[in-house]
C-alpha cells in the first residue's frame, strides 16, 4: 500500500513549510489570541456594565459573531478591510492591506466574540465579595477590574482560554480557503505542484495532531496544578 | 499659482529648511496636481504590487524556489520600468502577492494589487469592473483528458464529472454550455488550475476545462505527457489574455499601454515569447514548442486592448 | 475604486441556467441543512456510544474512547475532510478508490462523513458530561433493582443525561451547521460556496456574502426557536432540567 509513496518530498520541502508556513501560522494564532483576549475581555465587561446600550451591542456582536462560519467571516474581512481602512483613516483609496494583515484582523475579531464568553463566565464566577470589598476600599471601577476581578478571573479561566487558543490554531487551517500560504496552504501547494497528495496531506496531519496533542496535554496539566491552588 | 516665497526668517538653518520644504512642496503640488489614481499611490507609497498566480504555466506561476516568474510576470516587470521612468523615481519596491482566479477582481478593486499578471481572459463582461492593458495571448477554452476515457468531443462529455478553475471565463462557459446543450455535466470547481489538472490525474474527474494554452504546459509538464489528449472541440473562440489594472484610471493605463505597445512592436518582445514558449523553461527545463500563432503575431504587430475575439481574426 | 452597488442582481439570471441567483442561493441553504443534519445523525450516534464508553467501569472501553476523542479533536476539521477525500481513495486498492472517486455526490458523503466523525468526538465529552452529573445514587439504584449495565444506561441514566446536555447540544448543532462551510474546500457546493460563485459570475462581492450571512442568521434562530420547543417538550416536570 505504501509501495510507491515518495517520501522524500516531504524532506525537500520542509524548509519551505516549517519556515513560511509554520511561522506564519504560529504568529497568527499567538498575535490573533494576544489580541482576541483583550478585545474579548473589553466585550464582556461592556457586556457586565450597567449601560443598556453598550451591553446590547456588545451582545449583538458576539451573537452575530457566533452565527456565522468562520470561513464566510475569512472572505468577508479579505475583501472588506481594505474599504474599512478607507473609511477609518478618512484616505482618497483603500487602505493596502495584505493577507497576513487581513488574517490578524479577521481572526482576532473572531476569536474575540468566543474568548469574551468564557471572561464572562470568568468574571461572573468571582463572588460578588470581591468588588464589593474593593468599592470599600475606595477603588474606582477601573482600578476595580485591573486589580482585584480581571487577575482572579483570568487565572480561574486559564485553562479554558488556553483550549480556545488551540481552537484558533486549529482553524488558522481555514485561511486555506484563499490560498494564504499557512502550514497546510504551503503542503498543499507542494502537494499539488508535485502531485504528492496522500504524502503531505499525511504529513500535515500529523504535524497538527502533534501540536494540538502536545498543547491539550500541557493545558490539561496546568488545569490540575490551579486546581490545587484553588 | 505656486508660492514658493518663504516667510521672514532670519536664521540660515531653517531658511534652508524652509527653502528645501517649500521645493518639496512645489515639485509635490506641480505633480500631485496631474497624478491621480494607481500613480498617484506608487508615487506616495514607492511600492507597486503585483498580483501573480501559483500555477498558470508559462504566463504566471512558482519556480523551485517558490519566487514568480513567467511570460506575464516579464511584462510586467517592463510596465514596472516605465512607470519608475514616468514618475521619475529612484527606487520603486516591487511587491508580489498571490491571487487566484476568484480573488483577483476584488484584490484588484480593494488596492491589494496594482496589476495582475498572468493568465486573465480580456471580456466585456470584465470591462465593466477593471481595464486591461494590450493583449499578450490567444487562447480558447478547451478540455483535456485522458486518451483512455476516449472523449473527443464537448457532447462526450455528457453526465460525467469534469473540473474547472472556480472563477475563470471556462467554468462560466462550462456552465453556461452545460445549461444550453441539456449535457447533466457534474461540475467540480477546483481552486487553482492545478488542482483542476490533478483531478483528471487521480480519475476524480474525466476532463479538465482550461485554456488550452495551460492545458498544454500541464500536459506536458506532467509524469506521463503522452497519457493525456486536448480535443479539438472548443468552449469558445481564441481569446485574449491581457494584463489587468483598475477601471477609470486613464493615466496609468496609458503608460502601461505604451510600455506594452513597445515591448511587443519591438525585437525584444519576439525573443520574451521565444523565451517562454519555444525555449526551456523552469523548473523542469520544459520546452512547450508553442510557436507564435499568425493572430498573436499580428496582435504583436499592432497591439490592441480590444476584448473582441472577432476582431483579432479579422486584423 | 468605488464599487457598483447593484441589490437587484439576486433577480438577474445565473450563467448555470437553473435560475435566478437567489435560487443559486436557497440551492447551497437547503445543501447545507442536508449536509448538516445527515453529519448530525452520525455524530449523536458515535457520539453516545463513544462518550457512554468513556463512563463505563470497564479501563479498556474507557482508553477506546480517550483515543477516538483525542483523535477527532486534535485534527483540524479541514486537515480530516482532506485525509476522507483525497487520502483514503489513495490508500485501499485501486477499484476501491477509483468507486469512490467517481462516486456521485462524493462531496456531500464526505462532508457528512467528515465532519459528523469530527462532530461526534465533542458530543461524545457531552454525553461524558452529562452521564457524570448525574447522582450516584441513580446507577447504585438501578443496579440494586436488579437491572443490567446496558439496561441501566438505556432506561436510567441516558434519558436523563440528554435531557441535561440538550442546551450544549443545541450549539454543537449550530456549531455543525457551520462546519458544513468547511466542505467547500473538497467541491460541496453549500451556502458559503454558492455565494463565492454568485460573487465570480457576477463581482457583486459585498451583495452576494451579505445575502449568505443574513441566510446563516436565519438558520440560527430558527434552529435555537425549534430546539427550545424541543428542550419544552421532553423535559420531565420537577427534576433540574423541567422547571
Known amino acids: 500500500m505504501f509501495a510507491n509513496f515518495d517520501f522524500d518530498v516531504i524532506r525537500r520541502s520542509l524548509t519551505y513549510l516549517f519556515f513560511d508556513g509554520m511561522t506564519f501560522t504560529l504568529t497568527l494564532t499567538s498575535l490573533a489570541t494576544f489580541g ?68 490578524l484582523v479577521t481572526f482576532t475579531l473572531f476569536e474575540a466574540a468566543y474568548f469574551s464568553e468564557i471572561m464572562r463566565a470568568g468574571i461572573q464566577s468571582i463572588s460578588r465579595g ?15 477590574m485591573r486589580y482585584v476581578v480581571l487577575p482572579q478571573a483570568f487565572r480561574n479561566m486559564l485553562p479554558v482560554l488556553l483550549t480556545q487558543t488551540i481552537v484558533l490554531f486549529q482553524d488558522t487551517s481555514l485561511v486555506y480557503v484563499l490560498s494564504i500560504p499557512d502550514f497546510l496552504g504551503a503542503a498543499s501547494k507542494v502537494a499539488q505542484r508535485d502531485g504528492r497528495l496522500v504524502e503531505m496531506y499525511l504529513f500535515a496531519a500529523l504535524v497538527y495532531f502533534a501540536i494540538s496533542c502536545v498543547a491539550s496535554f500541557g493545558v490539561r496539566r496546568l488545569q490540575a496544578r490551579l486546581a490545587f491552588v484553588r | 499659482m505656486f508660492n514658493c516665497s518663504i516667510g521672514e526668517n532670519s536664521m540660515k538653518r531653517l531658511r534652508m529648511t524652509g527653502l528645501a520644504l517649500a521645493a518639496a512642496f512645489c515639485a509635490a503640488q506641480a505633480d500631485a496636481e496631474e497624478l491621480s489614481g494607481t500613480l498617484r499611490k506608487i508615487r506616495e507609497t514607492g511600492v507597486i504590487n503585483i498580483g501573480y498566480r501559483d500555477s498558470s504555466i508559462p504566463f504566471s506561476y512558482l519556480d523551485d524556489n517558490q519566487k514568480p516568474i513567467g511570460f506575464a510576470i516579464d ?6 520600468d516605465a512607470v519608475k521612468k514616468e514618475l521619475k523615481l529612484d527606487k520603486l519596491t516591487v511587491e508580489f502577492n498571490p491571487v487566484t482566479s476568484s480573488t483577483r477582481i476584488p484584490l484588484l478593486a480593494n488596492g491589494t494589487i496594482d496589476l495582475e499578471c498572468g493568465s486573465t481572459t480580456n471580456n466585456p463582461d470584465r470591462l465593466k469592473q477593471v481595464a486591461f492593458t494590450n493583449t499578450h495571448f490567444l487562447t480558447a477554452t478547451r478540455f483535456i483528458s485522458k486518451k483512455s476515457s476516449k472523449l473527443n468531443s464537448i457532447e462526450d462529455l455528457k453526465g460525467k464529472s469534469v473540473a474547472s478553475t472556480s472563477g475563470t471565463t471556462n467554468i462560466r462557459q462550462l456552465t453556461e454550455a452545460n445549461a444550453a446543450r441539456n449535457l447533466g455535466i457534474n461540475i467540480i470547481p477546483a481552486k487553482e488550475h492545478a488542482e483542476s ?81 519555444m525555449q526551456k523553461i523552469p523548473p523542469k527545463g520544459l520546452n512547450l514548442n508553442v510557436p507564435i500563432g499568425a493572430e498573436l503575431k499580428k496582435a504583436f504587430a499592432k497591439p490592441t486592448d480590444s476584448p473582441d475575439p472577432d476582431f483579432y481574426k479579422s486584423m | 475604486m468605488n464599487y457598483h452597488w447593484n441589490w437587484r442582481v439576486f433577480f438577474e439570471p445565473a450563467p448555470s441556467g437553473s435560475g435566478t441567483y437567489l435560487d443559486m442561493l436557497l440551492s447551497g441553504l437547503v445543501l447545507t441543512i442536508e449536509t448538516a443534519l445527515c453529519a448530525w445523525i452520525i455524530a449523536l450516534v458515535f457520539g453516545a456510544v463513544i462518550g457512554v464508553l ?18 477527532f479533536r486534535n485534527m483540524p476539521l479541514l486537515v480530516q475532510l ?6 483514503l481513495p489513495e490508500l485501499l486498492p485501486r477499484t476501491w478508490g477509483l468507486w469512490l472517486k467517481q462516486l456521485p455526490h462524493a462531496p456531500f458523503y464526505t462532508a457528512a462523513i467528515g465532519i459528523g466523525l469530527f462532530m461526534s468526538a465533542r458530543v461524545a465529552e457531552q454525553t461524558r458530561a452529562g452521564i457524570s452529573s448525574l447522582p450516584r445514587g441513580q446507577k447504585l439504584a438501578a443496579t440494586a433493582l436488579g437491572l443490567t449495565t446496558a439496561q441501566t444506561y438505556r432506561y436510567v441514566l441516558l434519558p436523563m443525561a440528554f435531557r441535561i446536555i440538550l442546551p450544549p447540544l443545541t450549539s454543537e448543532f449550530l456549531s455543525t451547521i457551520k462546519n458544513t462551510s468547511v466542505a467547500l474546500t473538497i467541491g460541496l457546493i453549500e451556502l458559503t460556496a454558492e455565494a463565492r460563485a454568485m460573487q465570480e459570475f457576477s463581482f457583486q462581492v459585498f451583495e452576494a456574502f451579505t445575502a449568505a450571512t443574513v441566510l446563516y442568521l436565519l438558520i440560527n434562530i430558527v434552529v435555537v426557536i425549534v430546539m427550545r420547543f424541543v428542550e419544552r417538550g421532553v423535559a420531565v416536570p420537577g427534576y433540574i432540567t423541567g422547571k
Open chain 1, 130 to 144: 470581591q468588588p464589593a470589598a474593593a468599592q470599600a476600599l475606595g477603588l474606582t471601577y477601573g482600578q476595580t
Open chain 2, 197 to 277: 489538472f490533478l483531478m483528471v490525474e487521480t480519475d476524480r474527474a474525466v476532463a479538465a476545462v482550461l485554456d488550452d494554452i495551460l492545458l498544454a504546459s500541464f500536459a506536458a509538464g506532467s509524469k506521463d505527457p503522452d497519457a493525456y489528449v486536448i480535443s479539438t472541440d472548443a468552449f469558445s473562440k481564441p481569446e485574449p489574455y491581457g494584463i489587468m489594472l483598475r477601471k477609470d484610471d486613464p493615466t496609468f493605463k496609458k503608460v502601461a499601454d505604451d510600455a506594452t505597445l513597445a515591448l511587443y512592436q519591438s525585437a525584444e518582445g519576439q525573443k520574451l515569447y521565444d523565451k517562454w514558449f
Open chain 3, 54 to 71: 468513556r463512563t463505563l467501569p470497564s479501563k479498556s472501553a474507557g482508553l477506546i474512547g480517550f483515543a477516538y476523542v483525542e483523535f
Open chain 3, 82 to 87: 482532506f485525509l476522507w477525500y483525497f487520502v
Open chain 1, 36 to 103: 482576541g483576549i483583550i478585545f474579548g475581555t473589553l466585550l464582556a465587561m461592556m457586556r457586565l456594565s450597567g449601560f443598556w446600550l453598550l451591553s446590547r451591542i456588545a451582545g449583538l456582536y458576539v451573537d452575530l459573531m457566533r452565527s456565522l462560519p468562520l470561513v464566510l467571516v475569512i472572505f468577508w474581512f479579505y475583501f472588506l478591510v481594505p474599504y474599512i481602512g478607507q473609511w477609518l483613516t478618512g484616505a482618497s483609496r483603500p487602505i493596502r492591506v495584505g493577507a497576513f494583515a487581513s488574517s
Open chain 2, 75 to 80: 511584462i510586467c516587470l517592463k510596465i514596472v
